[in-house]
């Protein structure tokens, strides 16, 4: 049995739905992004409080309290320089979000008024092609966005865990 244009319109229709929200996606992922660069300021702000403590009276804590700021502020510093790494592909990964999300969009769209025009033909193997492409593409812009969340929580997290360790130590 041959399928038509118009059996498929609402699959095309819902691609088309999911491809235009997928626009927004990356929203998904920037308050992640915007919490790890606020935290990582807020753990440098910190370890210059501890860096300049007043609280150390003798030669020997001084010593002592300068060579763990040294230790925290090496932590940082790796920590740092692995999440400054990540950032260019943090920021590759969103454009490329909204590259697959408006090839995705503009796809599942024109697919949804073709379909519209010839909603009583049958429908060809490229068209069905077509219309799982306009769903892949809403898989890897999500899949992208989700990944570049997830590092940015987890440098978030480890972080948060060496301001616990200056709280501790400091």
């Not at 739905?17 to 915007?34: E, H, R, T």
Request: charged share 25%.
């Amino acid at each position: 049995m041959t399928s038509t244009w118009g059996d498929f319109q609402a699959i095309i229709q819902l691609s088309a739905g999911l491809n235009v929200a997928i626009l927004s996606f990356v929203d998904i992922s920037i308050p992640a992004i915007k919490e790890r660069r606020r935290v990582f300021t807020k753990a440098r702000q910190e370890l210059d409080i501890y860096r300049k403590n007043p609280h150390k009276v003798t030669e020997e804590e001084k010593i002592a309290h300068a060579g763990e700021v040294g230790v925290i502020d090496r932590q940082l510093f790796d920590l740092w320089r692995e999440t400054s790494e990540f950032e260019t592909v943090e920021d590759s990964m969103m454009k490329t979000t909204g590259v697959f999300g408006l090839a995705g969009a503009v796809l599942s769209i024109s697919l949804l008024w073709y379909s519209g025009l010839h909603y009583d033909e049958s429908m060809s193997t490229v068209g069905e092609v077509l219309t799982g492409g306009s769903f892949l593409s809403l898989l890897a812009a999500f899949g992208m966005n989700f990944f570049t969340a997830f590092r940015a929580t987890h440098y978030t997290q480890r972080c948060n865990e060496l301001r616990a360790q200056m709280r501790k130590r400091l």
